[in-house]
């Protein structure tokens, strides 16, 4: 079963039906977020306007047992350096500072512990 498509993929999908087999990766990137490391689900998924840290994680179905949830990497193109993330802040603390929201073309690495 195909999954479902969220309401800013299906609004795009018309745009990339046809779309000659030339289109660079990078174009097509910036409409999705990755996440890569400790998730059990990891890949490329829909970037929607608002989404944060934790929506990533739980779409990418959680953290491992073995995730470090204090050294999260975002990699952000228009940054030089990568953002240090510490999520344990956001799910034990509160900080809602902590749960960064994210951006088109971001990617996430979930470091193990």
């Given at each position: 079963m195909a999954p479902s498509l969220d309401k800013r993929s299906a609004e795009?999908?018309?745009?990339?039906?046809?779309a000659p087999?030339?289109?660079?990766?990078?174009?097509?990137r910036r409409f999705c977020v990755a996440i890569f490391g400790e998730v059990t689900k990891?890949?490329?998924?829909?970037?929607?306007?608002g989404l944060t840290l934790?929506?990533?994680?739980q779409?990418?179905?959680g953290l491992t047992e073995n995730a470090n949830e204090k050294k999260?990497?975002?990699k952000r193109v228009s940054l030089p350096k990568p953002i240090n993330a510490n999520l344990r802040a956001f799910y034990k603390d509160g900080q809602s500072e902590a749960n960064v929201v994210?951006?088109?073309?971001?990617?996430?690495?979930?470091?193990?512990s």
């Open positions: 795009l999908l018309p745009r990339l039906e046809g087999a030339s289109v660079p990766f990078a174009e097509l990891p890949g490329h998924y829909p970037y929607r306007d934790s929506d990533l994680i779409a990418a179905g999260i990497k975002i994210l951006s088109e073309g971001d990617t996430v690495i979930v470091n193990s």
